[in-house]
């Protein structure tokens, strides 16, 4: 797959879908530098390709290049909002660059599209709770739960959520 993708990449270098696929393929050869540059060449050629934008967001968010991710998943949910995956690891990169107000609002945004988005409705319990609004923590989480009664996470964050409640009212009394 790799010689079909070189030969072609050299008969058509300004083909976006072949600079893409050698991109995913370097991916799962775990040639990470060199899928970065197929991907950062697909944006050159076609800069909103959302596969593109996505998959190189994506890349940049595994390996831990929080701000970088954040600049391309930006620029995905500006072209798709309505994309919710894009959105949904916006809204991670935000909370891993620390910035909870925009993580807030990116999984405030999938939830409106699909408010059963369990994922996103559990991380923006976890952004409630960080910020002390444990009451809405306490009903995210509660939701969470009702959606999957398993989700270890919800459980542990639940029970997180109505201790610091509970000092909270017994501070305030």
């Not at 076609?46 to 991710?69: D, K, M, P, V």
């Not at 988005?117 to 991380?123: A, E, G, M, P, Q």
Request: glycine share 6%; hydrophobic share 40%.
């Amino acid at each position: 797959a790799l010689e079909l993708l070189t030969r072609a990449l050299v008969l058509e270098p300004n083909n976006h879908l072949i600079t893409f696929r050698a991109g995913l393929l370097y991916v799962d050869l775990l040639d990470l530098e060199r899928a970065e540059s197929m991907f950062v060449r697909t944006l050159e050629i076609n800069s909103r390709y959302r596969s593109a934008l996505y998959n190189l967001g994506a890349l940049f968010y595994h390996q831990r290049r929080y701000q970088e991710a954040v600049s391309k998943l930006e620029r995905l949910s500006e072209l798709y909002p309505s994309y919710l995956d894009g959105v949904h690891m916006l809204g991670d990169a935000y909370m891993q660059s620390k910035q909870p107000g925009k993580a807030r609002l990116a999984y405030e945004l999938v939830l409106s599209q699909d408010p059963d988005h369990l994922v996103s409705l559990h991380n923006l319990g976890v952004v409630k709770a960080d910020s002390g609004e444990f009451g809405e923590a306490v009903e995210i989480f509660s939701r969470c739960l009702e959606l999957d009664p398993t989700h270890k996470g919800a459980n542990r964050h639940l029970e997180q959520a109505k201790r610091q409640l509970r000092l909270q009212h017994s501070q305030a009394n």
